[in-house]
């Protein structure tokens, strides 16, 4: 009788990347597998580990399947990611019921793990976050016609915030070949809409190559066969050069769209983060995009209530976010995550300040997408389309102005049948605060 095992992928799309390997492994190995862990003999959950929200999420999942497994639905549970990679021996003590927590450097061994654990033993095992697999056939999980396509792992941009550089260790980039190679696979199985990720898509390249190759990546992408939007996410406002920008401007497949996290606009904020850059120095930037790619969407991330920030300098971001206009945002207040360098820094802000900014500054990004929004009334747009409201009577999909998972939809009538993966012109009718209402027209 085969053996079936549910993956709970918890955190980013980089994770997710992790799970559908595993995935793969435990299919070609025998174990049948279903979608949710009440269906399942084994659940095994892909923690993040990443900030506090992340670390709590993880720890609900984790407390429901052990419920699970008490009433005996479930036999067996065991985790991995970066929440037991951060904490190791203290996570594999803080959740005995788990029969399996390990690294992110023992998931290529996730088949041998589970027979382990099903011939009734606990593992617990922490081998080389640099053992981490970065290549490797997949199980797509995202709907089938879109992925992710992950080009490097770990990161060295040691941000004083951030623990990710300890947990996923200095980041090393996929060989160009292999990703294409995944590339074409993909391709070839239908995919059309890629979505480029890694922690700093923008470094791709520099530890193999000694300079950044991603712009000769996405050119050789955008000769593969059968893909139609390719989408960059997680650029470095300091590695943004006019070869990337030449790049996505000459390209029809690269969807003109930018991913780049500033986190704060103030100077001495930016340092004691350890990142790069000034409001000048930052506005200039985004002028400069601008100019070479004229209906470019731009999105960042930015975070409130870092240690010593002042009423003065919050307020600052709040006139520098609504000088630049970004077309998509999100604003999270700082979580200081222990074992990282700010977490020892003086001038800690309370938490509920930090998160009333946060509310701030989005607050005023609603409005701005809703006037944003306002503007596409009556313009003809591409959409792919990713499912069907039955309870709206419409379809629903994205425009190349939205990514997966993190914008907005459009929802929209059509006279004629649909499938998901179909690409349709839209007239847009009407408008919602992020997602657009429209008509298929051709």
């Given at each position: 009788?085969s053996i079936k095992?549910?993956?709970?992928s918890?955190?980013c799309?980089?994770?997710?990347v992790d799970s559908e ?5 435990l299919?070609?190995?025998?174990y049948?597998?279903?979608?949710e862990?009440?269906?399942?003999d084994?659940?095994?959950?892909n ?7 992340a670390k709590?999420e993880?720890?609900?999942?984790i ?5 699970l ?10 985790i ?21 927590v ?5 998931n290529?061994?996730?088949v ?11 593992v ?5 976050k640099l053992d981490?697999?970065?290549t ?8 089938p ?5 992950k080009i ?6 040691c941000?004083t ?8 260790g ?5 060989p160009m070949?292999?990703?294409i ?6 391709a070839?199985?239908?995919?059309t ?10 470094r791709?390249?520099?530890?193999l190559?000694g ?11 955008c000769k593969i ?8 996410l997680y650029?470095?406002?300091?590695r ?7 790049t996505i401007?000459?390209?029809e497949?690269?969807?003109?769209y930018?991913?780049i ?5 103030d100077k001495?904020?930016l340092s004691?983060m350890?990142?790069w850059g000034?409001?000048e120095?930052?506005e200039?930037l ?8 004229p ?6 991330t ?7 920030e ?17 077309d ?10 222990e074992?990282t360098?700010?977490?020892g ?20 990004q609603?409005e701005r ?6 503007k ?6 591409e ?7 039955r309870f ?9 102005l939205?990514a997966p ?5 459009v ?5 004629n049948?649909?499938?998901i993966?179909?690409y349709?012109?839209i007239?847009?009718t ?5 997602d657009l ?6």
């Amino acid at each position: 009788m085969s053996i079936k095992v549910g993956m709970v992928s918890l955190g980013c799309s980089k994770n997710l990347v992790d799970s559908e390997r595993m995935l793969y492994k435990l299919k070609q190995n025998g174990y049948t597998l279903v979608t949710e862990p009440g269906l399942a003999d084994i659940a095994v959950v892909n923690t993040c580990g990443f900030i506090k929200s992340a670390k709590e999420e993880a720890i609900e999942t984790i407390l429901e399947l052990a419920a699970l497994k008490a009433d005996g639905t479930l036999k067996k549970i065991v985790i991995t990611g970066c929440l037991t990679e951060r904490y190791r021996e203290e996570a594999a003590e803080l959740f005995p019921e788990a029969d399996a927590v390990i690294g992110i450097g023992n998931n290529k061994d996730i088949v041998d793990i589970l027979n382990e654990v099903m011939a009734g033993e606990r593992v617990v095992r922490f081998g080389s976050k640099l053992d981490a697999e970065m290549t490797g056939d997949r199980i797509i999980s995202t709907l089938p016609f879109f992925t992710y396509l992950k080009i490097a792992e770990g990161c060295s941009n040691c941000c004083t915030y951030c623990a990710i550089p300890t947990i996923r260790g200095k980041y090393r980039s996929v060989p160009m070949e292999d990703v294409i190679a995944e590339a074409e696979k993909l391709a070839a199985n239908g995919v059309t809409e890629l979505v480029v990720i890694a922690q700093d898509t923008s470094r791709y390249g520099e530890d193999l190559y000694g300079e950044s190759k991603l712009p000769e990546l996405l050119k050789r992408l955008c000769k593969i066969d059968g893909l139609k939007w390719i989408r960059t996410l997680y650029c470095y406002p300091e590695r943004i050069t006019d070869e990337l920008l030449d790049t996505i401007a000459s390209e029809e497949k690269l969807v003109k769209y930018l991913e780049i996290p500033i986190q704060h606009c103030d100077k001495d904020i930016l340092s004691a983060m350890n990142r790069w850059g000034s409001e000048e120095e930052l506005e200039a930037l985004f002028a400069r995009i601008r100019s070479k790619i004229p209906d470019v969407v731009l999105r960042t991330t930015l975070i409130t209530g870092f240690p010593g920030e002042t009423e003065e300098q919050f307020n600052a971001l709040a006139e520098f976010v609504n000088r630049v206009k970004f077309d998509r945002l999100g604003c999270f207040p700082y979580s200081a995550e222990e074992g990282t360098k700010a977490a020892g820094f003086d001038n800690q802000i309370d938490e509920d300040v930090a998160a009333h900014r946060a509310d701030i500054i989005m607050e005023q990004q609603l409005e701005r997408s809703y006037d944003n929004n306002k503007k596409l009334m009556d313009a003809e747009l591409e959409a792919v389309v990713e499912g069907y409201d039955r309870f709206g009577e419409c379809f629903f999909g994205r425009t190349a102005l939205d990514a997966p998972d993190i914008d907005g939809k459009v929802f929209f009538t059509s006279e004629n049948p649909l499938k998901i993966g179909d690409y349709v012109k839209i007239k847009i009718t009407d408008t919602l605060d992020y997602d657009l209402i429209g008509e298929v027209i051709e």
